[in-house]
């Protein structure tokens, strides 16, 4: 049972070079979110996507782009990277009240 | 707005004493609380949850917490701290599924026990 699979697990970038994160989840939820995790200040909301097709911010969005591929498949894209956004990053998604959380890609931008 | 505050980042237990986490949480509607637990490099995994109804709930790994509406906290309790316990620990405040389930974190607390 796989549940939210997230790739890459570890990422380093340059200043500027751009990536995307995947996200794929074996569950049928429609729900699916992308947050980032930074010390002290638990996770915070980047998009979410509440079913195929939509997409909306959350509350930081700013330097991001998600595509909602399929129901399956939710991609986090950064077109320009900061180092303000080294941050571990989790997909999750949900069905009912319950969110269900990947393993998180660390990503370190230099 | 939703917003969680949890009191102290860093807690330490002896191995056998009471486990005590502070979660305090403000909610413009009737909330949904979860805990979720984080072991080093790891994804989140859900402790336990409120949504309706009991109080008091129970979840996994002798955890519990208790939903206290006059006090807007929701604290999480195990009487009794186990090595395996040391990780950090997030509490979340979301508004349910009406509202498309978007958790709000608080900062979190890290656990140590010591033996």
């Known amino acids: 049972n796989a549940g939210v699979t997230q790739t890459p697990k570890f990422q380093v970038l340059k200043t500027g070079q751009s990536m995307t994160l995947q996200c794929a989840q074996d569950m049928n939820h429609n729900s699916m979110y992308w947050y980032r995790q930074d010390p002290g200040m638990g996770l915070r909301l980047i998009y979410y996507s509440a079913s195929e097709g939509t997409t909306d911010k959350g509350e930081v969005p700013n330097g991001y782009n998600v595509s909602r591929l399929n129901k399956r498949e939710f991609s986090l894209r950064l077109e320009s990277a900061a180092p303000s956004q080294t941050s571990v990053y989790f997909c999750?998604?949900?069905?009912?009240?319950?969110?269900?959380f990947g393993e998180g890609s660390w990503l370190t931008v230099v | 707005a939703q917003s969680v505050t949890q009191l102290g980042s860093h807690v330490s237990v002896s191995e056998g004493a009471l486990v005590l986490l502070r979660c305090n949480y403000s909610s413009s509607v009737p909330p949904y609380l979860f805990w979720y637990v984080q072991y080093p490099n790891q994804g989140l995994q859900l402790l336990l949850k409120y949504t309706t109804g009991a109080t008091l709930v129970k979840g996994i790994n002798g955890f519990e917490a208790e939903f206290k509406k006059s006090e807007t906290s929701f604290h999480l309790t195990k009487p009794s701290a186990h090595m395996s316990d040391a990780a950090e620990y997030f509490c979340a405040v979301s508004k349910g599924e009406a509202a498309g389930n978007k958790l709000t974190f608080g900062g979190g607390t890290r656990v140590l026990v010591k033996p």
């Open positions: 999750a998604s949900s069905e009912g009240a319950t969110i269900y």
